[in-house]
């Protein structure tokens, strides 16, 4: 599957979640399926989705939180992985588009062929973690993983097709910090 | 001295409601109080870029941040700050230990003591040094600066400020 085709699937299914995006190729095709205020486009401070999210769902304990993060910034900060689990909100899922790459600087292989990703949540202590490859697999996994208690994980195993002439986040950053805190706090 | 009980009591008094930071032993008796205190609920970091991150997070969820870190960690973070808080705009007040302050340290402290005030500077992160009689003015300074402009404080602090528990 494609990343998009995962972007399209996770689209139909988001309600006002707010959801922090890893930076790169995940924030711009996330952003050019769906432009959500309660998006939160990272562009810089890769490894930071997790922590993003982390704070968000501490703050909002009422709020379904969900990160959608890359399997090159899950590895940069895996420690964080580790803080999640131990803080453990209910209201957190932790979704890994897992590449194999870091794809938007030129698809250089990460770990994550031979670590799985959704393991090292496991033992880290999340609730759940469940690997998906196939697009009819995410409505299912989401719908069982959204309505168990979190911290959960849902790692979908997409090939690396990003498509390079797709615009980039037009929303400045104070912008997307506006329009994010505006759909949670208002 | 500076007494980190009363100190913690200050920061809540001005709305500070979540806490978090990696461990120096500069700052063993603020957390000390911090970890006692339930209301206060102490996050541990594992390093404090995360702690940048989820720092801010709580702020876009309606937080009012605290992170505490020492000097080294400052490192760590630096493109957290400048690629997040300073672009995005997102506040938070940093705690952050003065180790190696005028050269009398640790190796591994001596550079970044030296270079500390310059890297703030460079950074564009603001900071005032805290000492045992400016705590209120530095605190309203500091929040005046999260509300209207919207950008980190740091609150440096040197050896011997707060009572040490270590
Ligand atoms: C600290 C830091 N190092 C390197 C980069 C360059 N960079 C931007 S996105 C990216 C790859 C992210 O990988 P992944 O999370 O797997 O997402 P993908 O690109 O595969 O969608 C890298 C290395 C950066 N922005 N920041
Ligand atoms: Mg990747």
Redesign the pocket.
């Known amino acids: 599957m494609k ?1 998009i085709e995962a972007f399209k699937e996770l689209a139909h299914l988001l309600k006002n979640e707010p959801t922090v995006l ?5 924030s711009r095709e996330f952003f050019n399926v769906t432009d959500r205020k309660e998006n939160f486009y990272m562009i ?4 930071l989705a997790s922590s993003i999210g982390l704070g968000v769902a501490l703050a909002q304990p009422e709020r379904k939180t969900l990160i959608l ?6 590895l ?1 900060s895996m420690g964080t992985l580790a803080m999640i689990a131990a803080c453990a909100p209910k209201n957190l899922i932790h979704i890994v ?3 194999e ?5 030129g698809s250089q292989r ?1 770990l994550s062929h031979e670590i799985k990703l959704e393991e090292v949540a496991k033992s880290a202590g999340y609730k759940q973690a469940l690997r998906v490859t196939r697009p009819e697999e995410i409505r299912p996994a989401y719908e069982k993983l959204v309505q168990a208690e979190g911290p959960v994980f849902l790692l979908i195993k997409v090939e ?1 097709a ?1 498509d390079a002439s797709q615009g980039r986040v037009t929303h400045t950053p104070e912008e997307i910090r506006d329009r994010f805190m505006e759909s949670i706090v208002g | 001295m500076l007494s980190s009980k009363i100190f913690v009591d200050k920061l809540q008094g001005h709305g500070f409601d979540f806490f978090t930071g990696v461990p120096c032993s500069l700052l063993s008796g603020l957390i000390a109080e911090l970890e006692a205190d339930r209301e206060a609920g102490y996050i541990p970091s594992v390093r404090e870029d995360a702690g940048v991150g989820l720092c801010a997070g709580a702020y876009m969820g309606g937080k009012r941040p605290v992170l505490l870190m020492q000097n080294s960690g400052f490192g760590y973070s630096l ?1 957290a700050f400048t ?1 997040l808080n300073l672009i995005y705009k997102i506040p938070v007040l940093v705690i952050m230990s003065w180790r190696g302050c005028g050269g009398k340290d640790a190796p591994e402290h001596i550079i970044m003591g030296d270079i500390n005030e310059q890297l703030l500077k460079t950074s564009g992160m603001e900071y005032a040094v805290l000492d045992e009689n400016n705590a209120d003015q530095v605190l309203s300074t500091a929040l005046k600066k999260i509300k209207d402009e919207k950008v980190p404080y740091t609150l440096l602090v040197k050896k011997g400020l707060f009572d040490e528990r270590h």
């Open positions: 990343g890893a930076n790169g190729y995940i810089g401070s890769m490894g993060d890359g399997d090159g910034n899950v940069m588009i897992d590449n790459v870091y794809e938007s600087t990460t690396p990003f | 493109n690629s």
